[in-house]
């Protein structure tokens, strides 16, 4: 009975904590991933879970507000740049497409492609966010 009474606890706690946390990246992502994985599988699945959700939430941290506003406000290059591909957060983009960084972050660069102001990591290339 105990039992059953800890993972129904754990559950709804997670129900409730991981929604709430979930913007804050690698830390939620572990937390999240480890109770999730601790009512999965106990203490072995929780340690399981923790590694994949902080690498989860590792891949999905949004840019900052000041990166954003500053992407924002760059006037839009005369040359379009097209792609074939669709562009969404998560996908790279290709390698040929030119980035141009942003001084006050260098973690992050930004391309106009297929008329989207998208926010990238220039080291993978990969789209961290895309700019309405």
Request: glycine share 12%.
């Amino acid at each position: 009975m105990k039992t059953k009474m800890l993972a129904l606890g754990a559950i709804v706690l997670g129900s409730i904590v991981s929604p709430v946390l979930a913007q804050e990246g690698t830390m939620t992502g572990a937390a999240g991933g480890a109770v999730t994985g601790a009512i999965v599988g106990g203490p072995v699945g929780a340690a399981v879970g923790g590694v994949v959700g902080a690498i989860a939430g590792t891949a999905i941290d949004p840019p900052p507000p000041t990166v954003v506003t500053y992407v924002r406000q760059q006037p839009v290059p005369v040359e379009p740049v097209v792609v074939e591909q669709r562009i969404a957060v998560g996908q790279p983009l290709p390698q040929q497409v030119v980035l141009t960084p942003i001084p006050e972050d260098p973690t992050y660069a930004y391309a106009f492609v297929n008329n989207q102001r998208v926010i990238v990591d220039p080291e993978t290339y990969v789209v961290v966010g895309v700019v309405q």
